[in-house]
């Protein structure tokens, strides 16, 4: 079992503590696994960094779900996302963009709460991205909150749609694609735009290239790549084929896996007719995501327990997906993030 390992420093040098699941024993500890971090902000909320994003996830499958990604744009400024907005945590005021895949409770109920979060702190209204079926519902709630609240709120709902190209701050822009649930519904994927000297120059110092720039030459190639991926609910349809073709390509994935075993009546069949995704299709189609670095799965049904998540996945998904493997839950009102 490749299960990891918490380390704590104490007088008598680095102590290594039985391997656990990664969750909080104090507010100041911090993990390090596989190239990953996982700490504890102040709140119930912690946070998982892979590569040089900030995550954190706050999902329950019919509860809330929340997923809040940072990054940086340069000269120590951050740009902060949002995926859905059933529970407007402590870490999700600060994203002023936020992304709504479908119109279920458990992933839109706290948008208003969220807008009003940032009134309160004097922040500029937030963006919605949400589709046009939504947009008007919205509008009605914000419109009856806003005639009993001492202190009314601003809220921009901006309709999208699959291939939209949103334009972010700084190197992002993220496309919705489309998903497969119950109702309409839309995942998202965030692409960052960097360049690159083109190969023929790569030779030359930065100095000279900036005089062949000046003298109108074209050195860099600009290079599009495709960082992370959202699914929100949806049923494995979204992977085979993918809905959009980057979306098995992503460093970082994130995906529901509402039903990790088979019980009673809970089967792949009736997963897919729920429109979710059952561990056991992951499992089984596990070569589709060899490019994917990094999949953490979320959106688990409250029936699981953190210790039962674990041990599950831990159990059942063989080592060379365990390799990419993070999962996400929360258990007793707080978040539990686990790796492989």
């Known amino acids: 079992m490749s299960a990891v390992t918490l380390y704590r420093r104490s007088r008598m040098g680095v102590m290594r503590l039985l391997p656990v699941i990664l969750r909080t024993l104090s507010k100041r500890a911090q993990y390090s696994t596989q190239g990953a971090i996982i700490s504890n902000p102040r709140g119930r909320s912690r946070q998982i960094r892979i590569g040089d994003m900030d995550i954190v996830p706050w999902t329950t499958a019919g509860m809330e779900s929340c997923v809040v990604v940072s ?12 995926f859905d907005m059933g529970y407007a945590c402590q870490q999700s005021v600060k994203c002023n963009h936020v992304f709504i895949s479908h119109g279920h409770m458990d992933h839109c109920s706290a948008m208003h709460q969220h807008a009003s979060k940032r009134s309160l702190m004097r922040n500029s209204p ?12 919205m509008e009605t709630i914000q419109e009856n ?5 001492e202190f009314p709120f601003q809220a921009d709902w901006t309709v999208t749609k699959p291939n939209d190209v949103i334009q972010l701050p700084g190197p992002y822009h993220v496309v919705p694609f489309k998903t497969f649930h119950r109702v309409p519904s839309m995942g998202f994927l965030l692409y960052k735009t960097t360049s690159e000297v083109k190969e023929e120059f790569s030779k030359y110092s930065r100095s000279e290239l900036k005089q062949m720039e000046l003298r109108g030459e074209q050195v860099y190639n600009e290079v599009v790549s495709p960082e992370l991926a959202y699914t929100g609910d949806t049923t494995f349809e979204v992977f085979t084929p993918p809905s959009i073709p980057d979306l098995l390509k992503v460093k970082v994935l994130i995906t529901e896996c509402t039903y990790i075993n088979t019980v009673k009546n809970i089967n792949e069949a009736l997963t897919r007719e729920r429109g979710h995704i059952h561990l056991h299709e992951i499992i089984r189609n596990q070569h589709i995501f060899s490019d994917v670095q990094a999949l953490m799965l979320v959106h688990f049904s409250e029936r699981y327990k953190a210790e039962n998540i674990f041990h599950t996945i831990n159990k059942l998904c063989p080592t060379e997906l365990k390799g990419k493997l993070y999962s996400a839950c929360v258990d007793k009102e707080e978040t539990h993030i686990a790796s492989y």
């Open 71 to 82: 990054l940086s744009i340069g000269q120590s400024k951050k740009l902060h996302l949002a």
């Open 126 to 137: 937030a963006k919605y991205y949400l589709g046009s079926e939504l947009v008007r519902p």
């Open 145 to 149: 909150l806003n005639q009993i609240s």
